[in-house]
Structures are given as structure tokens and as C-alpha cells.
């Protein structure tokens, strides 16, 4: 199925796009779907959504169609077909 | 907002005729207003809107808190700071236009850095703090001090086309270390349009005078995303974190 990823600030430059259609199985879930992720854009990518004991940095949003993981299943979210999918940075300029 | 036996003038009257014609606003309201001392942390990019606006509003007393010069490559942003202000200090330019725009406030610029060791004396009779910041480490000394005090700490960030804005109410919302516990790395450098701060510094007076007059819904334990390039607005629930060392007492 494909869902959209929707990228700000560094992970934009990470990946060069705002947002990109990805292809991933039937039923993926939001932790699996940063794996996916991690594989393509590598180290970059890994070292921001990441933190050293392999965890989700805990001051990152996640999303699903606008909505926060909290509110749904965790990581463990299954996306469906269409899905929109986004990391929120909290930025600190003024 | 404790309300005071505050005088509006004939002149008073007629320059907040506008906002007065609100519901739920009227003489009470704008007497709030004007009772009302409001610091605005960071003279930049937030800053200057958000004090613009607080000023055109008639919030009686501002402080505008910045340690630093205006300089070139701000001019694009902090509207406030023009070609000849470029080497001036900018809560003292900024608090000289408020002061322009509206003589019937007072305006008090303080060209200092926010420390922990300041802090105490710089917020000690403020009604409410706006954050105009561009780094984590103040935002959290001023987030422990109002959680302290327990007064309202408007939080706002940006980065290119994109921000968020929450509403801090000690006790009733998270705190920021509540949705932060470990602190994002500081960025040096980012890259900002002007009307991105402009968005979020009027969303953030928004919330002050809403505070301050009594109306309106306040963005309590909501977080406010935009993505102004998508055009994309949502507002997400944020929880406290019920072991959150800085307010979970409240």
C-alpha cells in the first residue's frame, strides 16, 4: 500500500523532500514504517528519530493523519492505504 | 487577571473603540488590558510582532527583555528593527517605536541576558510571559520560573515555514519540560521567512489578551502545528507528565 511521509526542518534536508509516496506492506506500523526509513536514508535519519539506547527521541511528535500516535496506538499504529504520516520537530527559533 | 481601579482616558476610549465593540471585551476588558504587565522575552522575530501588537492593544505595562544589537541579516524578520537601528540595542529601539505607537503605555526595555540568577527579579510582577526566544536553554529557565510562580508562559518556535505554540498554565497544562524532558539540540542557524514569526507572534498575543481580557478558549494542554508551506493547521493534545520534576507538584 502507499502511504505519504511528510518531513520539516533537518528531516527535510535529510531527505531532500517535504513529502514522498512510499510503498510499504499491508497493515505497516508507525515503528516499522521508521525502520523502512532508517534502511533508506540511513545514519542521517537514524541519529535524528533515534536516540542512543535505540529509542524514539522523546521530545518528537509523530502523527497520523494529523492526529498524534498517543491518541491512537503508539508505534504500534497500523497505517492504512493513503495515510498520512508526519515527524514534528519542536523548532526553537524566534 | 486581578482587576484594578483603572481609568481610561477620552483618548483611551477612542483609540481601543475598535477592539472594545468585541463581545465580552467593553471597558472591563480594555481596563484589564491596561492593568496588565506582560514581558516579552526576545526582541526578534517573535518579539517585535508580538510587542507590536501587544502595544497597539494597550497592555499598560510591557517589558521587552534582549541582550542584543540589530543587525543586518535580522532586518527580514524583526520588523521593528530598520536600516538605522542596524548596531542598536534592540529591546531599547524596539521599547522607543512601542512607545510611537501608543504613548499611553509604558514600555520598559532591558538589555540583558536571562539567566538562572536573574530570572527571579527580571518576572517578579508579571501578569504573563511571551516567549520570543531562539534557544532552549532560556526558554526552560523561564519555564521553571513561571511554573514557580505559577504565571502563564506563552511558548512559541519556528523554523523556516513551520511552528508550534502552546500555552503554558502552571498546574492546568504540561510545562515545557513535561513535553520536553530531555532538551532538543540548540540550532545555531536556521533559516526563517518574516511572516513565519509574524503568524505565530500574533497567535501568541492572541493568547495573552484572551488571558488578560477573560474570553475566549486558551490552547490548554493543546499544541498548535503549522506548516505554512502545506498550509497544513492542526492542533494536537499534549499531556503533563505526571513526574514532570518541575511541575508535577502543582
Avoid at chain 2, 524583526?78 to 512601542?98: M, N, P, R, S
Amino acid at each position: 500500500m502507499k502511504v505519504t511521509m511528510r518531513f520539516f526542518t533537518i528531516l527535510k534536508d535529510i531527505t531532500q523532500k517535504n513529502k514522498e509516496e512510499i510503498e510499504v506492506p499491508h497493515a505497516t506500523t508507525v515503528e516499522e514504517l521508521m525502520l523502512l526509513l532508517s534502511e533508506k536514508y540511513g545514519h542521517q535519519f537514524k541519529s535524528y528519530v533515534y536516540n542512543q539506547n535505540g529509542q524514539m527521541k522523546p521530545y518528537l511528535q509523530f502523527l497520523v493523519n494529523w492526529i498524534n500516535i498517543t491518541a491512537l496506538h503508539g508505534f504500534k499504529t497500523r497505517l492504512k492505504e493513503q495515510d498520512e504520516i508526519a515527524i514534528i520537530p519542536p523548532v526553537s527559533g524566534g | 487577571m486581578k482587576r484594578t481601579q483603572t481609568y481610561l482616558s477620552k483618548t483611551e476610549l477612542e483609540r481601543y473603540n475598535r477592539q472594545m465593540l468585541l463581545p465580552n471585551w467593553g471597558t472591563d476588558g480594555q481596563k484589564r488590558l491596561k492593568s496588565a504587565k506582560v514581558i516579552v522575552a526576545g526582541a526578534g522575530g517573535l518579539g517585535c510582532p508580538a510587542s507590536l501588537y501587544l502595544a497597539a492593544a494597550g497592555v499598560g505595562k510591557l517589558t521587552i527583555i534582549d541582550k542584543d544589537k540589530f543587525e543586518l541579516s535580522n532586518l527580514n524578520r524583526q520588523i521593528l528593527g530598520w536600516q538605522g537601528d542596524i548596531g542598536c540595542f534592540k529591546a531599547e529601539v524596539v521599547a522607543e517605536k512601542l512607545i510611537a505607537l501608543n504613548p499611553e503605555i509604558k514600555v520598559h526595555p532591558l538589555v540583558i541576558e536571562i539567566t538562572e540568577e536573574n530570572i527571579s527579579e527580571l518576572i517578579q510582577d508579571a501578569d504573563i510571559i511571551v516567549d520570543a526566544l531562539d534557544n532552549w536553554k532560556t526558554r526552560f529557565i523561564i519555564n521553571a520560573e513561571c511554573v514557580r510562580r505559577e504565571i502563564p508562559f506563552i511558548h512559541a518556535g519556528i523554523s523556516g515555514l513551520y511552528g508550534q505554540m502552546m500555552t503554558i498554565i502552571p498546574g492546568k497544562s504540561p510545562c515545557l519540560l513535561c513535553l520536553l524532558p530531555k532538551t532538543p539540540k540548540e540550532t545555531s542557524k536556521f533559516p526563517v521567512l518574516g511572516v513565519t514569526p509574524a503568524v505565530f507572534a500574533s497567535l501568541q498575543v492572541m493568547e495573552t489578551i484572551k488571558l488578560i481580557v477573560g474570553f475566549g478558549e486558551i490552547l490548554i494542554r493543546k499544541m498548535l502545528l503549522f506548516d505554512i508551506e502545506s498550509m497544513n493547521f492542526t492542533v494536537i493534545n499534549v499531556e503533563r507528565n505526571p513526574e514532570c520534576p518541575i511541575c508535577a507538584h502543582l
